[in-house]
């Protein structure tokens, strides 16, 4: 009854901003990501025949408050899964997660967390793997987590279902379909954000004139992007992740109170990003709710990208690549799809 996984996080292209249903994880609008290698979450549970309190550890401290409910929320499900599938319900767990990169980072960290705990749980629980039980499970204790479960370009497709079983990530391209793709996070500031994204987009979808034209544009750019990603274009993607992000922070800006997630450093590397390509370099930003800049570039532009992120503020630099699925360790890697 124990069972250990690994899962990375993933950068949304387009974003996902704002829920239709708060309990369930349901968006109003598709997004898309790229999951990101090498940076990765693994996870362990294991499941007691005898009943009691769940025990939670992230990255070495026990957990409390919020983030266990969170995660005793996502175990309970596993519960009632195993129960309704004959293999009788499991007793208490023991859980502990750690990550191999800053949770500051701005990069979800809680999707790779949620990924690696749902592909970690119901495998100790004995079920059998499969995908979209998995991210469907995995989006219910965070929204983007159900694009991690698979690697390479995964659209969370939003569904239209009130109880949610068509909203879950689906994988477009693997990770081999775009190897030299590189995506640079800078790290201009370390400072655990003000509002965290579920706050955020709550505050966005409740006050912001602008959301049903988010929503609607979103869905719009998930379609226009997939053929880009499909012939590896570069610039085009880059195109429609930098006007996404910037529609997203707009919507955001417009909420009462507004919301603004960017530093002085963050627009001070967008600047410079723009010159970089006057200058014939493919570089492109996305930004999440957080002050630290993605940059999409080629492998062969990635040094130069690197270095003038350094020269407007980054204190690190985070280099990802497309990364692979969810995967169990110690067992074997079988996926059903
Ligand atoms: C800006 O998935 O962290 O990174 O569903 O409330 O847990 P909850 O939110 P979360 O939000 C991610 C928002 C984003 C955009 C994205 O990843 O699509």
């Not at 919507?251 to 002085?264: D, M, R, S």
């Not at 630290?292 to 407007?312: C, G, I, M, Y």
Request: aromatic share 6%; proline share 5%; glycine share 10%.
């Amino acid at each position: 009854m124990k069972a250990t996984a690994k899962a990375h996080p993933n950068i949304a292209l387009v974003k996902y901003w704002g829920k239709r249903n708060e309990r369930l994880i349901l968006p109003h609008q598709s997004s898309l990501s790229v999951t990101l290698g090498p940076l990765a979450v693994t996870t362990t549970v294991e499941f007691e025949a005898a009943r009691g309190d769940d025990e939670v550890s992230i990255n070495g401290k026990v957990a409390q408050g919020g983030e266990r409910e969170r995660v005793v929320a996502l175990l309970q499900l596993v519960r009632r899964e195993a129960k309704a599938r004959g293999l009788g319900a499991p007793g208490r767990a023991r859980m502990t997660s750690a990550g191999d990169f800053p949770a500051a980072a701005g990069l979800a960290s809680s999707a790779a967390a949620f990924a690696a705990l749902a592909v970690a749980a119901r495998a100790a629980a004995g079920l059998k793997r499969d995908v979209k039980t998995e991210s469907t499970l995995a989006r219910q204790g965070s929204g983007s987590a159900c694009r991690s479960i698979e690697g390479g370009f995964v659209r969370w497709n939003k569904g239209t279902r009130a109880d949610g079983r068509d909203s879950y990530g689906e994988q477009l391209f693997d990770a081999a379909h775009w190897p030299e793709l590189r995506l640079l996070v800078g790290m201009v500031s370390r400072e655990e954000k003000e509002v965290k994204s579920r706050d955020g987009m709550r505050g966005t979808v409740k006050t912001s004139p602008y959301y049903p034209a988010w929503a609607k544009d979103a869905d719009l750019e998930v379609k226009r992007i997939v053929p880009f990603i499909k012939r590896r274009d570069l610039e085009a993607v880059g195109e429609v992740a930098e006007r996404n992000a910037w529609r997203m922070h707009a919507t955001a800006f417009a909420a009462n109170p507004p919301l603004c997630y960017l530093k002085p450093e963050t627009l001070s590397v967008i600047q410079a990003c723009a010159q970089l390509r006057k200058q014939g370099v493919g570089v492109w930003f996305t930004l999440d709710a957080g002050p630290n800049p993605v940059l999409l570039t080629s492998q062969r532009d990635e040094a130069a990208v690197a270095k003038v992120l350094t020269a407007h503020g980054a204190s690190e630099i985070v280099r990802c690549h497309p990364g692979g699925d969810a995967q169990l360790i110690g067992s074997p890697a079988s996926v059903g799809r």
